[in-house]
């Protein structure tokens, strides 16, 4: 298995969780349970899973209302997808 496989088989499961675990405190919300953390769903997006937490955010309807992941989460891809054009030209380039 090369790098490429590893990354993109690593991108599918970290958006599945941050998508999955984006649900799972919109159900905890709507039951007055205990919660996760915004820093935890942060984090899920910064690690590369910010598809999934966007996703999970228009699905659940979760986090919408609040500005930080409104702008945030948006702003986490588009720094992700610049920064993986910026590699994959320096990688191009080595070639």
Excluded: C
């Excluded at 899973?49 to 699905?59: D, P, Y």
């Amino acid at each position: 298995m090369n790098l490429t496989n590893i990354l993109i088989i690593y991108l599918i499961i970290i958006n599945a969780a941050a998508f999955i675990i984006f649900g799972i405190d919109k159900r905890r919300a709507v039951k007055n349970r205990w919660r996760i953390a915004e820093s935890t769903l942060f984090l899920l997006a910064l690690i590369g899973g910010s598809i999934g937490a966007l996703a999970g955010m228009r699905v659940f309807r979760h986090k919408t209302k609040h500005f930080r992941f409104v702008l945030g989460i948006p702003l986490i891809l588009i720094l992700q997808i610049a920064a993986a054009f910026m590699i994959l030209k320096y990688i191009l380039k080595a070639f």
